[in-house]
């Protein structure tokens, strides 16, 4: 079955930097395309960033963009999240998602808790 595992999360202090990984399992992972998505205390789900199967194309939203990096290892069946800069705005529980490409991602991972904080 499909499995999607996040780790890397922690509390960190403004300005600081932390990598997400994601194992995935389940599923031929360099076939996909995959994101990250946040939902911070009580709002609703933010979508972060996506990369393409191969990682030859990716995307960030504005409120991440220059401060995060998506990439990839397929070799490795891992998705990873390069977290620069952070803000207190950032802290989030943050998931990985597969997406099908259908507008909707199908499977996602149990979140892992970001804390930026002083």
């Known amino acids: 079955q499909v499995q999607l595992v996040e780790s890397g999360g922690g509390l960190v202090q403004p300005g600081g930097s932390l990598r997400l990984s994601c194992a995935a399992s389940?599923?031929?992972?360099?076939?996909?395309?995959m994101n990250w998505v946040r939902q911070a205390p009580g709002k609703g789900l933010e979508w972060v960033s996506s990369i393409k199967s191969a990682g030859e194309r990716t995307a960030y939203a504005d409120s991440v963009k220059g401060r995060f990096t998506i990439s990839r290892d397929n070799a490795k069946n891992t998705l990873y999240l390069q977290m620069n800069s952070l803000k207190p705005e950032d802290t989030a529980v943050y998931y990985c998602?597969?997406?099908?490409?259908?507008?909707?991602?199908?499977?996602w991972g149990q979140g892992i808790q970001v804390t930026v904080s002083s």
């Open positions: 998602a597969k997406d099908p490409q259908t507008g909707v991602c199908d499977y």
């Open positions: 389940g599923f031929t992972f360099s076939n996909y395309w």
